[in-house]
């Protein structure tokens, strides 16, 4: 009776042991930068020991058809890598959903829930499938192309804010006139800070600024604008010298009829410009989109809006959009194809020749696309420092619906964290390049250089500013 009560016992135990190790699912709840989205994308997948299983959104949450990096709703699930030595033995699923860079900072530091993709589907899309399942949850991480300090949702309490990178961004015209279709705008090949300055109030300049003909005084070039929420509008505005919220003139372009509007409210939401629409884009989880004036919500709208052929007879698709390299490169009929320079200055070393280059598999062909040295040696200023805000113990939350822990979810000077890994910075040194750390974003900047580089690592830089649009100076 003994043995047996003590083999009873033991078994328990046993049972209790093997509960106890069983693993479990860590979440991670990525928002933010819509720019930056496809960085993050691709990031997240050396985070696993092998290849995730990735679900997409559908167009109705936040997601679209093509399934790859630059869609802005995804989920992946898998095994994390040895590197994450905080989350080893359990089940790693990032969820993104990338609403804009300025409401991701809003979404983290005011705990309001987003839908995300969550794991399940089968139906195929992209390199993954379509996800079938969704959870209402608070993002952990925000991602934003302009600092918090540069916004009104600065960081303190349980919030900490971490530099990520550098991205640059780059002057696009419209396609219609690169084609051919309409000559106006070949005059149209530089953009200056000073016509910035006086285009972002009116949200137009007469083309006579260009081309210095009288009889275009009264032909405008409109400045296509995202909502207010948007990094990348941010970015813009401060190498102007506006504040956050000071007035810029928001037109939409009505692709069907090839003419402009201002909109009378946001509350109109649609895919493109047209029958009074106020927003250009998805209406967001419980129309926040619309909560941000009015504007397009992410650079895939204004490429399809810069894009947009209109054949009516005296009507012109005359527009300029400041826009991340990636976004860019989808304008026109070739990569780039209508980039135009900005104060006479180019952000990489190709300078005009970027617009030569060819996407392929083996990476670029023609001229060299991925020095960044007129960014990182202060010389051409349109480019935003990319930040992360994040919760520091998501226990201390007044609902906690996270399943990570402030041990798992660390900091980026906290090695084997989550952010210890994917958000690790080498040393800055304007001498030498420290060697990344295999599952950071900053070595899937590194790894980009040989295919399509649309950020610059920190450790590259030998100037610095202090806040978006600041002042740069030497480090």
């Known amino acids: 009776m003994k043995n047996k009560m003590l083999l009873t016992l033991a078994l328990g135990f046993a049972g209790v042991t093997s509960l106890t190790a069983a693993p479990a699912t860590v979440d991670v709840y990525l928002t933010g930068s819509t720019a930056f989205r496809a960085n993050v994308y691709t990031a997240c997948t050396k985070l696993y020991s092998s290849a995730p299983t990735i679900y997409f959104g559908d167009s109705n949450h936040g997601g679209d058809t093509s399934g790859n990096a630059k869609t802005a709703s995804w989920c992946m699930t898998g095994t994390p890598i040895t590197g994450l030595t905080n989350i080893a033995g359990n089940t790693l699923v990032i969820h993104g959903l990338f609403t804009g860079s300025i409401q991701g900072i809003q979404t983290v530091e005011q705990h309001v829930q987003l839908t995300f993709a969550a794991p399940g589907g089968t139906s195929a899309v992209g390199v993954g499938y379509y996800a079938t399942n969704y959870v209402s949850k608070t993002p952990t991480i925000g991602f934003s192309d302009a600092s918090a300090a540069s916004t009104p949702f600065t960081v303190s309490g349980n919030y900490a804010q971490e530099d990520v990178c550098v991205v640059p961004f780059i002057a696009v015209k419209s396609k219609d006139f690169a084609t051919g279709n309409n000559a106006l705008l070949t005059n149209v090949v530089n953009l200056t800070s000073e016509q910035l300055f006086h285009g972002i109030p009116n949200g137009y300049l007469p083309l006579s600024a260009w081309s210095l003909k009288s009889a275009h005084t009264n032909i405008n070039v409109y400045l296509v604008q995202r909502t207010l929420d948007s990094g990348t509008r941010r970015v813009e505005t401060a190498c102007s010298g506006y504040q956050y919220g000071d007035p810029v003139g928001v037109y939409i372009f009505d692709v069907t009829n090839g003419t402009y509007y201002l909109p009378a409210s946001s509350a109109v939401v649609g895919s493109v410009g047209g029958n009074g629409v106020g927003v250009v884009g ?8 619309t909560n941000w004036g009015t504007g397009y919500v992410g650079g895939g709208q204004v490429a399809a809006a810069l894009n947009a052929s209109v054949n009516n007879s005296g009507t012109n698709n005359a527009q300029i959009a400041i826009m991340s390299m990636s976004d860019a490169q ?58 992360l805000v994040h919760v520091v113990d998501p226990a201390l939350l007044t609902v906690n619906d996270q399943t990570i822990t402030k041990t798992q979810l660390g900091t980026q000077a906290k090695p084997g964290t989550f952010l210890g890994v994917f958000n690790a910075q080498t040393v800055i040194s304007t001498n030498l390049l420290g060697v990344p750390l295999v599952g950071s974003i900053e070595n899937e900047i590194e790894l980009s250089k040989t295919n399509l580089a649309t950020a610059i690592r920190l450790n590259e830089m030998k100037s610095n500013r202090s806040d978006v649009g600041g002042e740069i100076s030497p480090f």
């Open 282 to 289: 998805s209406a967001g989880l419980n129309g926040a989109n």
């Open 330 to 387: 989808s304008v026109g009929v070739t990569n780039w194809a209508t980039a135009i320079s900005f104060n006479g200055l180019w952000p990489t070393t190709a300078g005009a020749n970027i617009r030569s280059n060819t996407l392929s598999s083996f990476g670029f062909t023609g001229a060299a696309t991925n020095d960044y040295t007129p960014v990182t040696s202060g010389y051409y200023p349109l480019w935003g420092k990319e930040i």
